[in-house]
């Protein structure tokens, strides 16, 4: 079978082609295209297609809408085949304007605001890590969060999400006109689904009556507009929630609808673009934007310069800022003068309450445009005027500012007229209870805040302590047993940030105790912990099974401080324990559904109890650290003499056991440590008799003498005798 050359060159230099456009050598593939495509004689629009993506991703996107407008003309072209250069215009516009690489995140309106729709939090539910979002976002967005993209907590316990009492408290206190909004906003969106698009509107008009600095409500009055087909109305509307809200995307695709509809096809084109900036995945901006650069590549339609949509389309933050800068960017005469005459028409249109503060910020950009007024003025007037200005472009609800005196006497008679004016920071401290934001357990400044899957709110040491004793909600009483298991309390970010800024003092308070009782509990000589149960011994593991709730608390601590160190110690009938013991220090915690633990842990040092004392339920003692005396010279001959023969008879001893007793033994305590080249190299002294001393069959009170032995000759030889003891024992 014959092979065609040319037909097997030609796939070798598409393949080779494809492989250059994947190395983003995009001149290389535009020129094996352009090659490609005229070598039969015949002109192959697929491959010129191919080629004008390669022009569009070099930069050269003229080049590229000349050969896309060529192939519209032929009717070789499909919208589809647009998005490649729709993605490299708004990659383009991207650079071009500096725009963040996650606009939306950046253009939160206040502390209290969700961070997916962006508005006044409805319904607010916390999710296990920490972040806060409107219920109804919730469900109907994916099963992560959309700030750490961890699983949400719907899952937990089987139950469905829970509102955050103490949000849902605040916000209806503190907002009580925006809360009364998003229940109309609510109502007007059931009736909306109904297809009752009039009753509808009335809903949404009455919830901007209340709060006219909603980009939400806007967005959603303009999609009831463009229901019923008041395309004007719906852009309106549109551009202002683009206004209030300049990263936000709906905003856009609703504003591109509504040009759409109006016939305003290369404005709207421009609206699409701007959405793939924000949202390059999106796929109705896509589409829309693919079939509108369609209609406009064909011919009959307005051939102009593609490349200036980039130059026409104006900075989002600019839109939102422009009044001012273009004020601020005059002469200072006619600055002064223009000032003067927004302020007079500023203060005119206050008189009518039907006219919404968008209505207000149009009217006076409107003046900023106009010829410059020679009258003269004061510069007291000027001042006024520039603060009058600023006024209604204030959109943060809760964003603090250091101002004048003269800025704040001027806000305060400007809420009294307009209540549809938003309130600042400082207002809402005038009527914030610190009650609002106290744990129902310590009664006090919420401290490292966290909210249970049911929805309450509590200090973290205080849930922890209730969970050691319960593991149930302490009001409700649900059962978080699974929450329990997750260990997994991570604080509620929204809650925190809300304590710093209305109460930074007892805040700091607050910090500043915990900052001691950490510092207290760091100490490992006074008030130290002690765990009443078994005796334990420096170098050797010592296991433990923690299940009563004032040792979960006393683990949890040490781990929390960092010393990871708590005393072991023997009972004592009088005086609770006993005087001597052994610092344990933790190597690893599991910790089980149920909320007891297994510690794995390894003595350390020995100590002397000076003085015993309590702490929340638990042990703790004052202590002095023992360490073995050192001799020199005949002495430490004689020692090391001694040393070796009761190591050799130990050795013997243990070997002689059982095999099954040798082998728990092994499993539990280890290998016995070999010797050491320097007996008093280790304050303790040599590792060995600690571990013979943990294998051998004594009780508790005959073993707690060795502990307070300071002579490790006496020690040795007191750990012969044992031996032969045993060693007599078991020939009997």
């Not at 004032?550 to 949890?556: A, D, H, K, Q, V």
Request: glycine fraction near 4%.
């Amino acid at each position: 079978m014959a092979v065609d050359p040319k037909g097997a060159d030609s796939s070798l230099m598409l393949e080779f082609a494809a492989e250059a456009f994947q190395a983003r050598n995009f001149q290389l593939a535009c020129e094996i295209y352009e090659l490609q495509a005229h070598q039969a004689g015949v002109v192959d629009w697929a491959l010129l297609l191919r080629r004008a993506d390669c022009l569009a991703c070099s930069g050269r996107l003229q080049d590229a809408l000349d050969v896309y407008r060529k192939a519209a003309a032929q009717e070789k072209l499909c919208a589809p085949q647009l998005g490649t250069v729709l993605s490299c215009l708004a990659e383009q516009l991207r650079s071009r304007e500096a725009l963040p690489l996650t606009p939306a995140q950046d253009a939160t309106p206040g502390i209290l605001s969700c961070k997916e729709c962006q508005g006044l939090l409805c319904e607010p539910v916390t999710l296990l890590c920490g972040h806060t979002f409107c219920k109804r976002c919730l469900e109907r967005s994916s099963s992560r969060c959309k700030v750490c993209s961890l699983p949400q907590n719907k899952g937990v316990a089987g139950q469905p999400y829970r509102v955050n009492v103490v949000l849902s408290n605040i916000t209806s206190k503190w907002f009580p006109c925006e809360v009364q909004a998003l229940r109309l906003r609510h109502e007007g969106n059931a009736l909306f689904k109904d297809n009752k698009w009039a009753e509808a509107l009335e809903k949404y008009n009455e919830a901007i009556t209340l709060v006219s600095h909603d980009h939400l409500l806007y967005s959603n009055r303009s999609m009831i507009h463009l229901s019923l087909k008041s395309y004007e109305l719906a852009l309106e509307d549109a551009d202002a929630a683009c206004k209030l809200q300049p990263y936000w995307l709906k905003g856009h695709l609703r504003k591109a609808h509504a040009l759409a509809n109006l016939g305003r096809t290369e404005e709207a084109l421009k609206e699409f673009i701007f959405c793939l900036v924000l949202d390059s995945d999106n796929k109705t901006a896509k589409s829309e934007a693919q079939k509108l650069l369609l209609d406009l590549l064909r011919p009959g339609h307005s051939q102009g310069d593609f490349p200036d949509i980039l130059q026409m389309m104006p900075h989002p933050s600019r839109v939102k800022g422009c009044l001012v800068n273009s004020v601020n960017n005059s002469n200072p005469s006619s600055h002064i003068q223009r000032l003067c005459r927004v302020n007079v028409e500023y203060k005119k249109s206050l008189k009518f309450p039907e006219q919404n503060e968008l209505t207000r910020c149009s009217t006076l950009w409107k003046l900023s445009q106009t010829p410059d007024i020679k009258d003269e003025v004061e510069n007291k007037e000027a001042l006024e005027a520039e603060v009058s200005l600023k006024i209604p472009l204030k959109s943060n609800l809760l964003k603090r500012k250091l101002c004048s005196d003269d800025t704040s006497e001027l806000r305060s008679k400007h809420r009294k007229r307009d209540t549809s004016a938003v309130e600042d920071t400082d207002k809402v401290s005038s009527f914030v209870d610190p009650s609002d934001l106290d744990c129902s357990l310590c009664m006090r400044l919420l401290y490292e805040p966290v909210t249970t899957p049911c929805g309450h709110t509590y200090c973290l040491k205080c849930l922890e302590r209730c969970l050691d004793h319960n593991p149930k909600c302490p009001l409700c009483k649900e059962d978080l047993c699974e929450y329990l298991a997750l260990r997994n309390f991570c604080k509620t970010e929204l809650m925190e940030e809300l304590t710093s800024i209305f109460f930074p003092e007892e805040l700091k308070e607050r910090r500043t105790i915990y900052e001691e009782e950490i510092a207290e509990l760091s100490n490992l000589n006074k008030n130290v912990p002690i765990f009443v149960c078994t005796m334990a011994y420096p170098t050797v593991p010592c296991p433990l099974h923690i299940f009563e709730p004032c040792y979960r608390l006393m683990i949890r601590r040490c781990m929390e401080t960092g010393t990871k160190q708590f005393g072991m110690c023997i009972g004592d009938s009088l005086k609770g324990f006993a005087d001597y013991g052994c610092i344990l220090e933790i190597r690893n915690v599991e910790f089980f559904a149920d909320g007891r633990s297994v510690v794995d842990s390894i003595g350390k040092r020995r100590f002397k109890v000076i003085q015993h004392s309590q702490r929340d339920g638990y042990n703790t003692a004052d202590i002095e650290y023992i360490e073995d005396e050192k001799v020199q010279g005949d002495s430490y001959a004689d020692l090391l003499t001694l040393h070796d023969s009761v190591y050799d008879q130990a050795y013997t001893w243990f070997s002689a056991l059982k095999p099954a007793l040798k082998s728990r033994i092994l499993g539990h305590f280890g290998p016995m440590p070999a010797k050491e080249s320097d007996l008093q190299v280790n304050p303790n002294g040599p590792a060995w008799c600690w571990w013979i001393l943990a294998v051998l069959p004594l009780e508790s009170r005959a073993q707690l003498p060795f502990l307070a032995m300071t002579s490790l000759k006496d020690r040795l030889t007191s750990i012969r005798r044992v031996l032969l003891f045993m060693c007599h024992a078991r020939r009997r």
